[in-house]
């Protein structure tokens, strides 16, 4: 994976980023436990940080999807009202970044902020996002962000199986287009919707790629799955950014190693 990485970071930058995140620098990291004991509420109960809920009825999402061009996908996104989320938004987003880049990276949905602004991971967001990334020799304009719903959650709104079944052709779309090698999901909600099992954040990144569990590691479309928290959650949870930057290690050891 050569093509979505940036100028190589010196290490004063890299440490500023860190610090950034609110990371301390001189505390290592490589003995650290990725899979952390004790589970979170089950999904009903809303996921931490992001203010929304999901009903618990199941979800097929194993149906196969029509091929389409990139305009057209971005037609049915913007004209779509197969939910009732198209009553509230102001715009529907289709995603963000480079369309041919082999990092993918899956949220849950664009929050207001981004419903306002026309982007997807704005302002705040935005800009963690980008130092996390950077400090793994990453620029954000290489990977393509995306989400599971393409319209603003409004607050205290329980997730459908509907509306996830009314997007999720949407998502394998622009998988099928873009043809990553690996889909970054981040955020609980976001990974419980789309792989439908009600585990814990931390139960589901002990299954990411590289971490021994090449034989059980999650699929979507064919595509490896990663998974790890969401800048969203990272600005209310700030607790979790040191198992992010471990999930960040751990993503670029995968990048180097499949660029060799």
């Not at 979800?59 to 009553?87: G, P, Y």
């Not at 996002?129 to 989400?147: E, Q, R």
């Not at 002990?206 to 971490?211: D, E, F, R, V, Y």
């Not at 034989?215 to 600005?235: A, C, K, N, R, T």
Request: overall charge negative; hydrophobic content about 35%; charged content about 25%.
């Amino acid at each position: 994976m050569t093509k979505d990485t940036a100028t190589p970071l010196d290490e004063n930058t890299r440490r500023y980023y860190l610090d950034v995140m609110g990371i301390q620098c001189w505390q290592s990291l490589d003995s650290q436990q990725v899979s952390d004991a004790g589970a979170d509420p089950i999904v009903e109960h809303g996921n931490r940080g992001e203010g929304n809920s999901i009903e618990s009825n199941s979800i097929d999402s194993n149906r196969d999807v029509a091929a389409v061009s990139w305009t057209q996908l971005e037609e049915s996104i913007h004209q779509c009202d197969k939910c009732v989320l198209h009553k509230t938004r102001k715009q529907a987003l289709v995603g963000r970044g480079n369309q041919s880049a082999e990092l993918m990276f899956v949220v849950l949905s664009p929050s207001a902020r981004d419903d306002g602004n026309g982007i997807i991971c704005s302002d705040a967001v935005n800009d963690l996002f980008s130092k996390m990334l950077a400090a793994i020799d990453i620029n954000i304009d290489d990977v393509y962000i995306s989400s599971l719903l393409k319209c603003a959650v409004p607050a205290n709104h329980t997730i459908s199986p509907k509306e996830i079944r009314s997007c999720d052709d949407h998502l394998k779309q622009q998988i099928q287009l873009i043809r990553p090698r690996l889909l970054v999901v981040l955020g609980e909600t976001a990974v419980r919707c789309l792989l439908q099992k009600n585990l814990s954040i931390d139960d589901f990144r002990a299954m990411n790629p590289g971490l021994g569990n090449l034989g059980q590691q999650y699929l979507f479309e064919s595509i490896p799955v990663f998974i790890s928290y969401s800048p969203e959650e990272l600005l209310q949870q700030v607790e979790d950014k040191r198992k992010a930057w471990s999930d960040l290690q751990q993503l670029q050891k995968i990048i180097n190693d499949s660029s060799q």
